[in-house]
């Protein structure tokens, strides 16, 4: 052991914080035992609920802290509200959240008008680094889209000309 | 006032409209943000991977920056402090926080029960707006907060939020014996971290696998280690297992998480059609290259759904999985420590400084690793 830190002394620090006992489950826990004193602590003061809040049903209330960044709304809020009837462990708890989470982008782009705000997504996505820093591949990603856009316009038209007759 | 603002996957902005946070519990505190970073963790929530990613929602959980009013109940810090703010939200007096669990409190998530409040991440993560803004509300601000010493540099303490102790809890989890061999699924920088920091525990061999050659070429020398990109490796746990003289490595590091290339299969049931919780490749690899009886660390961070990996492999070789979201206010006093005598540098890693309006860019050019990109700090204007 001695001479292994001769080996390794051009790496500075090395190791200083080796620890014999560091097995399966220390450091990361200091036991105290509370655990068996289940949810019977001393809670914090409860921040009160200001704005509608989604609890876990696998815990009996809210927590005594939240964020309240965007409580649920619209159509994703009727999904989200739903999807907190399945635990955790769950897939009715998740699929849902993450069907709420593509219909609240269209409700984005609804809301954003509404505000009289165009979103320019092409900045959204960061185009103005893809343009500057993989120009090949900004270049590439155009002449795909162009390509599918051309052929989608070309066979609706195909498609209405048959419809005429 | 101005925070980024999330439109949905790959679509984010700076916008100027975002509402002020206020105090919403005596143990809350207001900060001016001065630095706030972004995170591989963060491009989990950009490619739409998290459920309940709401849009309108602020991210950031890397942050540093200014007190500008305290709740009642806060009387360690004062209007004017400069302090880092750990990712993880804890109140400090639940089973799991008394137990220095930090990052799996009861009281700072209502949404779930399987992950703590994190700043920024999601409503699974408790709903909470981020740090890539002008200002953001910390709750229980008498528990996470820390000032920052005075001679150090606020690009060094803004990495000390998350980066820093995740790759250090990566090396401690993995129990590593003086001389053991370990192998580091992951050049990002949580990764090349967790290499640095392997040498700390006494590591005898520190091995770094990814596929991007400017960020395996910088852990080469920043950890330093050896480093191999997995593409021009034709199956690299064979490589790792023939390195060891077919052993198996002492431990293996995944710090990659659910969005890992590298396996066909994984990325298309994982990251295309979602049937799992992200593509499992970097933890597939470790599982299978670690030695009999060997450790796996987990901190990449996967979805709450599953995922697939050889189970039976973990139970025939008797491994041992550590794995956690860093209990960054457990660490921090031994890590500030390092920081100081320099065994660590963390701003070393800082590739980008970017002023927060430009976070769209930022964001596409750590997600696509464009620029040479490792480490992007985001800096608000009145921080300039
Ligand atoms: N547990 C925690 O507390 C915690 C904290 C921070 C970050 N994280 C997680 O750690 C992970 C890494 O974070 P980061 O900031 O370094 O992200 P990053 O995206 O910058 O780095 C990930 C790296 O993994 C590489 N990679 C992809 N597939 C691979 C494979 N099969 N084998 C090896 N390497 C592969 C990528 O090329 C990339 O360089 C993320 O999942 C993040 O969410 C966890
Ligand atoms: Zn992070
Ligand atoms: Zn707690």
């Not at chain 2, 540099?153 to 102790?165: F, I, Q, S």
Request: a neutral charge; glycine letters at 10%; proline letters at 6%.
């Amino acid at each position: 052991m001695e001479n292994m830190s001769e080996e390794y002394a051009h790496i500075n620090g090395w190791g200083v914080d080796a620890d014999p006992e560091n097995e399966p489950t220390y450091p990361m826990k200091k036991y105290t035992g509370d655990d068996h004193r289940r949810l019977n602590y001393e809670r914090p003061q409860l921040q009160p609920e200001t704005v509608e809040v989604l609890h876990s049903n696998e815990r009996p209330g809210v927590s005594a802290v939240f964020g309240t960044s965007v409580p649920p709304s619209g159509l994703s809020g009727i999904v989200r509200r739903y999807s907190f009837k399945y635990s955790e462990g769950s897939f009715g708890h998740w699929i849902p959240l993450l069907l709420a989470d593509r219909i609240n982008v269209v409700e984005g782009i609804i809301d954003d008008f509404k505000r009289g705000h165009i979103p320019n997504i092409l900045a959204e996505k960061g185009w103005k680094a893809e343009w500057k820093y993989n120009r090949s591949g900004a270049v590439k990603k155009i002449l795909v889209a162009a390509a599918v856009t051309t052929a989608l316009v070309l066979w609706l038209s195909r498609k209405k000309k048959k419809s005429l007759i | 006032m101005l925070a980024m603002n999330y439109r949905g996957p790959y679509r984010i902005r700076a916008d100027y409209n975002m509402p002020y946070p206020e105090i919403l519990h005596p143990r809350d505190a207001i900060i001016r943000v001065t630095r706030s970073c972004i995170c591989g963790s963060d491009l989990h929530l950009y490619h739409g991977l998290v459920p309940d990613t709401r849009v309108g929602t602020t991210f950031g959980h890397e942050f540093t920056g200014i007190v500008e009013e305290v709740g009642p109940d806060v009387h360690n810090l004062k209007k004017g402090d400069h302090v880092l703010v750990p990712f993880n939200i804890a109140c400090g007096g639940c089973p799991f926080c008394k137990q220095e669990l930090f990052g799996n409190c009861h009281e700072s998530n209502p949404e779930a029960t399987a992950v703590g409040g994190i700043f920024g991440y999601s409503h699974t993560a408790g709903g909470y707006d981020g740090g890539q803004a002008e200002y953001v509300r910390v709750p229980y601000a008498d528990i996470g907060p820390v000032v920052i010493p005075a001679d150090m540099d606020a690009d060094d303490a803004v990495l000390l939020t998350d980066v820093v102790p995740t790759g250090y809890q990566a090396a401690e989890m993995a129990g590593i014996k003086k001389g053991d061999t370990v192998v580091v699924f992951g050049a990002g920088p949580i990764g090349i971290m967790a290499a640095r920091c392997a040498w700390l525990f006494g590591a005898g061999r520190v091995i770094v696998i990814d596929h991007i050659e400017y960020r395996l070429e910088f852990a080469r020398h920043y950890a330093p280690c050896e480093a191999y990109n997995f593409r021009s490796l034709e199956d690299p746990v064979l490589f790792i297992k023939k390195t060891t003289g077919y052993f198996g490595a002492d431990v293996c590091i995944d710090a990659v998480g659910c969005e890992a290339a590298g396996s066909a299969m994984q990325t298309i049931t994982g990251r295309k059609l979602m049937l799992q919780a992200g593509s499992a490749t970097a933890l597939h690899w470790a599982i299978n290259s670690v030695k009999k009886g060997g450790i796996v660390s987990i901190v990449g961070v996967y979805g709450p759904t599953g995922n697939l990996i050889p189970i039976g492999n973990v139970v025939n070789k008797g491994i041992t999985i550590r794995a956690n979201q860093a209990s960054v206010k457990r660490l921090l006093p031994r890590l500030i420590e390092h920081v100081q005598a320099g065994r660590i540098n963390p701003r070393e890693l800082v590739s980008h400084k970017v002023p927060l309006e430009e976070v769209s860019d930022a964001y596409h050019i750590f997600s696509s690793k464009l620029d040479n990109c490792i480490k992007t700090i985001l800096v608000p204007p009145s921080a300039r």
